[in-house]
């Protein structure tokens, strides 16, 4: 059972940064995909990103392309998500995922994901 745990979020202005980390558990050495989801108030939780555990491959939502980058440390079991160029639009909970994953494949599903941190809360002002 991996457990995972979020923390970074708070309040910034628009254009501004934060990055976010989630610290799991376990050593995720291999075969484990990451993500990254957010669900503002009274929306579904969307998909915002994903890492597989060499850390050479991701993949990014629209919405985020060009301004947040996923990395991974694999000796200190982090994730991180690097958010640039704030909007107000990105004012969310901030979520992390995990799956088990023997090769690398995009997953974008809430139900792709067997393990959730508790979330994170990133507000972002005009």
């Known amino acids: 059972q991996v457990q995972l745990v979020e923390s970074g979020g708070g309040l910034v202005q628009a254009g501004g940064s934060l990055r976010l980390s989630c610290v799991a558990s376990e050593r995720i050495v291999s075969s484990y995909a990451m993500g990254w989801f957010r669900q503002a108030p009274g929306t579904e939780r969307e998909f915002v990103g994903t890492i597989y555990w060499s850390g050479r491959k991701t993949y990014y939502s629209d919405s985020v392309k060009g301004r947040f980058t996923i990395s991974l440390d694999n000796a200190a079991n982090t994730m991180y998500l690097q958010m640039n160029s704030l909007k107000p639009e990105d004012t969310a909970v901030y979520y992390c995922?995990?799956?088990?994953?023997?090769?690398?494949?995009?997953?974008?599903?809430?139900?792709?994901?067997?393990?959730w941190g508790q979330g994170t809360l990133v507000t972002v002002s005009s």
């Open positions: 995922a995990a799956r088990r994953s023997h090769t690398f494949s995009i997953y974008t599903g809430r139900n792709d994901y067997d393990y």
